[in-house]
């Protein structure tokens, strides 16, 4: 059935984190989120754009993406009757970059085609493309962020550990690296453990890196430059660790050559950095063709955020435990209800109708502090 997207809002929202995530590029408590909401046909979808407030992880902010959504991507969309994915990513596709951004109303597109059409969008994506169902519930992990100290560090994991979080992930960067993973192996020999870098080393730190090996980790994600694949080709058979792209890949055919040239052997997916679950689902399709674990990180999202790396998680290429905490670790109070970690290391993938969130709408108001309605162009302007 066609939805007549009839309004987009935009939100700008700010909370505080539980645990502020200090990664080699820094990490504030103070998280601001721009959620994307659509009203169609008596239905209401909502995405999430991931950008962080300043140019970190990626270019893109949520002053870029406020702007790209109600000055370009938004007019673009609002009014149009809209049957299927492709016919959002197609009228998008006239413009180019700002992954976060259109992830975001691409995002709140698949909530509405999946209500639409009265199915979880776990089961939407899935949509008969794999011969294996896609699972209910999904393993998970906890990611760490770089701490005062090494007996600080300690103390996080072992409280992840009881919470039964059965995969910890901790940030480095030069000279946090590897005291830290000799120090947690010595009290954890066991645990299944992966650090990440977020870029924070070169080519000629392979020496340093190649120091790693000896800690079995589960991965080393994202070593070099964030806009690399080949010098990561060059390191990867310089050391044992498995590398893990996560900055580096935004589409497909990164995801391809990546594999190809063997810069990595695992991919990170956020739907949020490629631009949508169309993308993320074509890169596990990547994957999973070339035999390549694949997993789904986090971006610090809301509830909102979060429904959707669950749903994605679900498919059966995603092998490797999510960065897809349970909501404690983020918020005292989410804006949508909240999701909780089952004894056996899983949080449950939601199975309302479309994103399946349930959006806290008093807590959305409290937490909101901007909000923008799209209104149509007037002329295309091209
Ligand atoms: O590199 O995976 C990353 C959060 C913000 C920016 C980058 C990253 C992360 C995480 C968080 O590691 C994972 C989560 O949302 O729990
Ligand atoms: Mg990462």
Known sequence: ?????????????????VEKLVTSFGGEALRPSIIVRIDAEGLTSWGEAVAHDVPDYSGETTGTVWHILRDHFGPRVVGQKIESVEEVRALLGVYRGNPMARAAVEGAVWDLLAQAAGQPLADYLHAGRYAEPRRKAVKVGVSIGIQESIAATLAIIEKRLAEGYPRIKLKIKPGWDVQLAEAVRARYPDISLMLDANSAYKLDDAARLAELDRFNLLMLEQPLWEDDIWCHSKLQPQIKSSICLDESIHTARDAAFALEVGACRIINVKPGRVGGFYEGRAIHDVCLKASAPA???????TGIGRAGNLAMASLPGFTLPGDISATSRYWEHDITGHYTLNTDGTIDVPDKPGLGAVIDHDRLEAVTTMRAAVVPRSSEGF
């Not at 997993?295 to 999202?301: A, H, S």
């Open 1 to 17: 059935m066609a939805m007549k997207i009839e309004r987009i809002t935009l939100y700008h929202t700010e909370m505080e984190l």
């Open 295 to 301: 997993w789904v990180g986090g971006m610090l999202e």
